[in-house]
């Protein structure tokens, strides 16, 4: 079973930045897409950004010029730097990885998740 553990969420002013880690306690998760997703209070879990194995990105909407995921397979750690952020962006932030196929787009694509970093944004 592979772990995966967060760091970097944090207070935050809107307007401002911050940097997500994710590390995986195996290599294999290399060959598989990451990503992440968050959940607001009161919301369904939602997809924020994935890459694959390669670098392929992926985001969401609500994400898109304001997101960048990146990976260092050699460290087996996926990143997200988020930019310009938004009270609308307060959430728990959590790392995923996929289950073999997937391209990590929907919750029930992921097969491992990390324990949560909480965002908050205040304005």
């Known amino acids: 079973q592979v772990q995966l553990i967060e760091s970097g969420g944090g207070l935050v002013q809107a307007g401002g930045s911050l940097r997500l880690s994710c590390q995986a306690s195996?290599?294999?998760?290399?060959?598989?897409?990451m990503g992440w997703f968050r959940q607001a209070p009161g919301k369904e879990r939602e997809f924020v950004a994935a890459?694959?194995?390669?670098?392929?990105?992926y985001y969401a909407d609500s994400v898109k010029g304001r997101a960048t995921i990146s990976r260092d397979n050699a460290k087996n750690t996926v990143y997200l730097q988020m930019n310009s952020l938004q009270p609308a962006d307060t959430a728990v932030y959590y790392c995923?990885?996929?289950?073999?196929?997937?391209?990590?787009?929907?919750?029930?694509?992921?097969?491992?998740w990390g324990q949560g970093t909480q965002v908050t944004v205040y304005s």
């Open positions: 995923a990885l996929a289950r073999g196929g997937s391209r990590l787009r929907e919750v029930d694509d992921s097969r491992a």
């Open positions: 890459i694959s194995w390669s670098g392929s990105t």
């Open positions: 195996k290599s294999t998760a290399s060959s598989y897409h």
